[in-house]
């Protein structure tokens, strides 16, 4: 049994939580916390909670602490520093700021003989992997990332700081006619508002002037300035019974050409359709963990991402039923 | 530059050819037949082709022999034979056989310090990583492959071999409500015949029955008598005319189960829409192809498949490009 930790009690971890349970060669041994143990409710019988102050005690007692926080203050400074004391993974999705995480995470892990798994996930993840393998393939042609339908939480956190709003979700839509064009081998240029859709559903305050709020919603720079938005104003009953899911997803495309002239194309998709985004994302951590444990088992160290890591290391089927069963 | 020879050069070794001119990392050392090489023509201006009687004497000056013969009875012949002398790469697609084909190539790649990757491709290859990597990832859950549309060429002989037949295509269609319950998650169990549909279009020969070779079409064993199958009996012209390339495609999709109670719902749906199956395939071949070049450099050797691969090593992208644009 591979023996887990995880760093961080949010969503995310306890999508890892339900995935370490439904894989049988795995085993938690603490969920690390900076609140008070004691206040940490999680939703399977035993001991499993710890402070966070304690989690150098552990380092004999666990193969790959996943960690769980965000990737704004979070994990920027833990991954780095906690791979000085075990092999880690996370999902660090600030995509700008990769390059540098990654080296930081090298040096402490490679200088501690441990393995640093970063940013992995769904995008960044296992869109960025069909990405790189797409393009080996076809190298003449173009991809395109779409998004959704999905529940957007930094674009629901963002309306939520609007003056009057109570509470918000926004759901990234990809555009039918964009991944059509993609589909059909078009080749298009988008423009960010061809591609995605955004629809907000808010609760206001009362006493608060609805036109005003939607008003700064569709122009608020960065966030929704530059795309179509929709705003509907509901009930906090009617967010709660229909919007308290965390669904997502999206489509990674490529069209490219072969042939002398080429003259044939062709055309890759992947797609995800998910109920929960941090089970899912949870569930992608988990695989990597396995992955990771036997590269370290196998004398490997330093920062590693997706693109380091060959399939059967993900794998709970044995090299013989890979190729009998799975090849 | 990577250095590739060609053995074999049917349609495959046309859509390798093809692939190598595409590459920006790759040239062309020479081409292999069994055929006189005065007789071949290619499609590039140079001094290209070779009898095969002479492949042993390019040992130094080809980094990866990619070979382009069939299942049947050239690949379990010559891809061990061939590993001896270099790094070499098939397509071997003959399911059942890929555990003894792998041992094979595998004992003289290792004695002779090469590498040795099989079966790679689209089906075998990109579908089968896609398929491991969405068991690891949804451990419970269920997968689903299908294929086409497209052109099925060993059904196209099958058909041909029938008395009365000048030529025929037979095209493979996946039927969508099978695919629209796996993509709806409903886990459904199908039957061969639930799962895809043949379309043959035939040229018969004058003075035959057309009702005897449509009844011989559609009970021939294992190649139709369990499918729904459709005949249609069309001119040479239209033969020619209509169905003359050989387009094909097909889906693996993975519909899986998270949450401590399974209670969400998540859909991986990898597909491909082929203007050429060959050059599809070559192209493939190509990517691993520089894949093990690399790995060969950092000594590796003996047998490998699709799941050895890391990411990077297919990709001509730097590993900081990588992190920069592709994760």
């Not at 080996?136 to 709003?165: C, M």
């Not at 080749?187 to 939607?214: M, S, W």
């Not at 990674?252 to 002239?261: E, M, P």
């Amino acid at each position: 049994m591979i023996k887990i930790g995880i760093c961080g009690y949010g969503n995310l971890g306890r999508g890892v939580l339900a995935a370490i349970k439904n894989s049988k060669d795995m085993e938690l041994v603490k969920i690390f916390t900076r609140r008070d143990p004691k206040t940490v409710k999680i939703e399977i019988e035993g001991d499993y909670v710890a402070s966070i102050d304690d989690i150098l005690s552990y380092q004999d007692k666990i193969d790959v602490m996943i960690l769980c926080g965000g990737s704004r203050t979070d994990l920027p400074e833990q991954t780095p520093y906690l791979a000085k004391y075990f092999n880690v993974v996370d999902s660090f999705d600030t995509h700008a700021n990769i390059p540098t995480h990654f080296k930081n995470v090298d040096e402490n892990a490679k200088n501690s003989g441990h393995i640093g798994l970063i940013s992995t996930g769904w995008d960044p993840g296992m869109f960025s992997l069909n990405r790189a393998i797409m393009e080996a393939i076809l190298p003449v042609g173009n991809d395109y990332t779409f998004w959704g339908k999905g529940v957007s939480q930094g674009h629901s956190d963002a309306i939520r700081r609007i003056e009057g709003v109570l509470d918000a979700r926004q759901y990234t839509i990809p555009k039918d006619e964009a991944i059509n064009s993609v589909r059909n081998g078009e080749n298009p240029t988008l423009t960010t508002r061809q591609k995605h859709l955004r629809e907000c559903f808010v609760v206001a305050k009362e006493g608060y002037d609805l036109d005003k709020i939607e008003s700064q919603i569709k122009n608020m720079p960065n966030y929704f300035s530059d795309y179509d938005t929709i705003v509907h104003f509901i009930s906090m009953e009617e967010l709660t019974k229909n919007h308290s899911k965390l669904p997502h997803g999206g489509f990674v495309i490529r069209s490219g050409k072969t042939g002398l002239n080429l003259e044939n194309n062709h055309v890759i998709e992947y797609s995800l359709k998910l109920d929960s985004n941090p089970e899912f994302t949870g569930s992608v951590l988990v695989s990597y963990a396995r992955a990771i444990y036997r590269l370290h088992k196998e004398g490997n160290k330093g920062a590693m991402t997706v693109f380091d890591i060959a399939p059967k290391y993900l794998s709970t089927l044995s090299y013989e039923e890979l190729l009998k069963h799975t090849l």
